[in-house]
């Protein structure tokens, strides 16, 4: 007999989404990566998608997105998911595409892809992890590593003079005419995740209303690539990340012109 035999349907407080695969999570522990995944499990579930959603996930901790979460997915090539999922889109105008992207991916060798599948305004959404650093490869400083971070290519901290400054991916797509919801959201409190819930909730609806490209950043940890513990690692976000990447939505169609954080 398993618990769920024992506990009445109308006293489950909590259920795992039945769009979860049931394998053996492979993410290290704290890694923000198995929270997204299962909110966009429940989003998408929730909102009987099911059977019409298209992921694209490309190279990266992001690549195994696919092994989580039972939908149809489509692998693209290093930095390639907004090209990918542009094609998808135009050959399945009603299916619901998105691309989840981490930000060696996205802000890196995919930071062309992305400006111009956001200014074309492709009728998807994006997932965009941003923990600030390349965690499958081995801790590499990445565009959106903050000055002073230390990483494996940055050991004294990131110098904006010889490594350039942080990219803001969130806050330029949001300047773009193609984009229609932009938001940036966390993921290391349980307030902050029912918040990130209810942005991937409604980047999904309004690409099911077609309005374009939703953008959705959740500001993440990578503890082993930055070397703590997931409470030191949630602690450093919220006292050194957050300062740079202000949560909070910063373009929202049904409310005007996008907003400055800074």
Wanted: aromatic share 8%; net charge negative.
């Amino acid at each position: 007999m398993e618990i769920k035999d024992i506990i009445k349907p109308e006293n489950l407080v909590y259920g795992k989404s039945e769009l979860l695969i049931d394998t053996i999570m492979h993410y290290c522990p704290g890694c923000t990566h198995g929270v997204v995944h299962k909110l966009i499990a429940e989003a998408i579930g929730e909102m009987g998608i099911q059977e019409k959603t298209i992921g694209i996930a490309p190279v990266g901790c992001s690549v195994f997105a696919y092994n989580y979460i039972d939908i149809d997915w489509q692998e693209a090539a290093h930095g390639r998911a907004p090209a990918v999922a542009t094609g998808v889109v135009r050959l399945n105008p009603d299916k619901f595409v998105f691309t989840y992207q981490g930000d060696g991916d996205l802000a890196s060798i995919g930071a062309a892809e992305i400006i111009h599948a956001c200014n074309r305004g492709e009728n998807m959404l994006v997932v965009f992890i941003n923990n600030g650093i390349y965690g499958m490869t081995g801790g590499q400083m990445a565009p959106t590593t903050i000055e002073n971070m230390v990483t494996s290519t940055t050991p004294c901290g990131r110098d904006s003079e010889l490594n350039g400054y942080p990219l803001k991916m969130t806050d330029l797509v949001a300047q773009l005419p193609g984009t229609s919801y932009v938001t940036r959201q966390s993921a290391q409190t349980a307030a902050a995740v029912r918040k990130c819930k209810r942005a991937l909730k409604k980047g999904i609806q309004n690409v099911l209303d077609k309005k374009g490209t939703s953008f959705v950043e959740v500001v993440s940890t990578c503890n082993s690539g930055w070397k703590m513990t997931p409470v030191q690692a949630n602690k450093w976000m919220e006292e050194n990340m957050f300062p740079y990447y202000p949560l909070g939505d910063l373009k929202d169609s049904e409310k005007g012109e996008p907003v400055s954080k800074n």
